[in-house]
Each structure stands twice: as C-alpha cells, then as structure tokens.
C-alpha cells in the first residue's frame, strides 16, 4: 500500500503530454481528472489545428501546435495519433526524447520495436491499448513494457490506466487480439443498445426510455458478470425459465447468429488492427 501511495504521489507532481489531441486523448485527459490523479494544468495536448483546442482549454489543460516543445516540457509523452501518422511525429520529437521521458503509445498496429527504433537508444516505451469508456473512468486496457522501461515505468502507467477503469499488463503477441475486443468493442455495444432500442420503439416504447432500458440493462448484466464471478452462460440459463419468453428470444438470436456474427467482429478487427501494423 505505500509503494502504491508513493507512486500516485510522484505522478500527480508529473507533467503529461498528448501528442495528437483527439478522441482517445480527450477521454483519457478527462477521466485522469475525473480520478484526479493528475493536474488539469500538468496535461498538455497537441494537434495542428484548432479544433480540440476549446475541449481542452475548457477543462484547464494546455494546448499547442508545437509537438517538441509540449514533448520537452513533459515527463510522460501519450502518443495519441492515427497509426499512419505516427511515424511522421516521431521522427519530429525523436530529437527532443531524453531518460526522463517515459513514451507510451495508444496507437493501434504500431509494434513496440518499431518505436524503440524510431526514438533515441534506450528509450522508455510502452504500449497501451485502451478504450474510450476511460472517459467514464469504465475503460478496459492493457499495457506491454518496452524493452528499456524499468519496474517503476511499468507501475506508474499501472497506476494511471487503473484510475481509468480495469487494466493488465500483457504481452505484444495479444495486443491485437484486445483491440479487436476491448479498444474496438465499445461501438459494438453501442450498436447493440441502439437495435435493443429500435426493438422498443417497434414495440411500442418511446425511443428515450428505450435507450434508458438498453444501456442499463447491459450495464446491469456486466456488473453482475464482474461482481458474482459466474459464468455468463450460467447467468443466462438463470433467466430462462422453461417455455418462458426469454429462451423464445434467445432462439431467435441464435438462428440470426448472434454468437457468430459477435465472434465475427472480434476477428475482424483484430486482422485489420495486424493489417495496418
Ligand atoms: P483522432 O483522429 O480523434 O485523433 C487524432 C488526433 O491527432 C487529432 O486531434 C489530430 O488533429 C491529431 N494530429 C494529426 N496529425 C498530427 C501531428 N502531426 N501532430 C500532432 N497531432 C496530430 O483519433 P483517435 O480515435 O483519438 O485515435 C488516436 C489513436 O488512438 C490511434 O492511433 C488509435 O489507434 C488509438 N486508439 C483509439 C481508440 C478509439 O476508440 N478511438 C481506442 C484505442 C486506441
């Protein structure tokens, strides 16, 4: 317990960087505050046009165009950029990296040895696969340490997805994989609670206590996934009764291939987040 305080103390003391101030970085920015691990004015997000800039300034966060200069006045720099851009901004920061900072990436397809030779010798890397429910402090990340990051590196980024929500370190070989489930998943599931909505409203509900009765109902079936520890599948034959109305719908959603379709998606992302490697 004391490593954990000391280490949440030094990181509230630290400057962070976004390079590259869109989605993934606002929600993370955001939910670092929500938990208040980190200084609104410790956080600064870069992009070259102004679009975020507002986002950003209205919840007290620096914002510049300058990737060096936000880079050398940071001591924890999240590349936050598209995947195809990345290349192109390290090799501008790459002069400004020195020991003190600690680079971790959220790019998608991006492998660790990439980075590390892009950036100076010796570099502290680490790569993280988050999602955007960080925002709500109900993200689902892993991390995977570079070859150069000390055990330190590796507990601050610990310390700091956890105030995001779960997390786990990982190896490279499954980074893929969970970007296929968790960094992608959440539009799935937002998919999902829009057609139990449009379900509703066919039968009959308005459309805003439809969304209110989808969401909650996902919600409320995850906790009891991650509370009770049971088997998803155990707490789905709990709820159907025999002949009784949820098995008829459960019959349905498997001769439309619902399992498959979701198992489908996974895949699909996953090769494509290999594809752009
Ligand atoms: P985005 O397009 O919303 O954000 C990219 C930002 O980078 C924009 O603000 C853009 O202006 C800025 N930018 C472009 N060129 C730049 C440059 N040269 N220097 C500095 N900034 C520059 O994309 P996003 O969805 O936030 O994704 C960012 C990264 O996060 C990607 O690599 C993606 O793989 C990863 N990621 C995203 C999600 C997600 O759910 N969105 C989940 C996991 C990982």
Known sequence: LMGEISV????????LAFVGAGKMAQAMAKGFLAAGVVKADHITATAPSCRSQDTLEGIGCQFTHNNKEAVANSDIIFLSVKPHVLPGVLQEIAPVVTKRHLMVSVAAGVPLQFLEEKLPPKSRVIRVMPNTPCVVRQGASVYVPGSHVEKEDSE???????????????????IS???GLAGSGPAYAFTAIDALADGGVKMGLPRE???KLAAQTLLGASKMVLETGKHPMQLKDDVCSPGGTTIYAIHKLESGGFRNLLIDAVEGACLRADAIA
């Open 8 to 15: 949440k103390k030094d990181i509230s003391e630290m400057s």
């Open 156 to 174: 601050i980024i610990k310390s700091l997805l956890s105030s995001l929500g779960y997390c786990s370190e990982s190896n490279e070989g499954m």
């Open 177 to 179: 994989a969970v970007t």
């Open 209 to 211: 206590l439809s969304i």
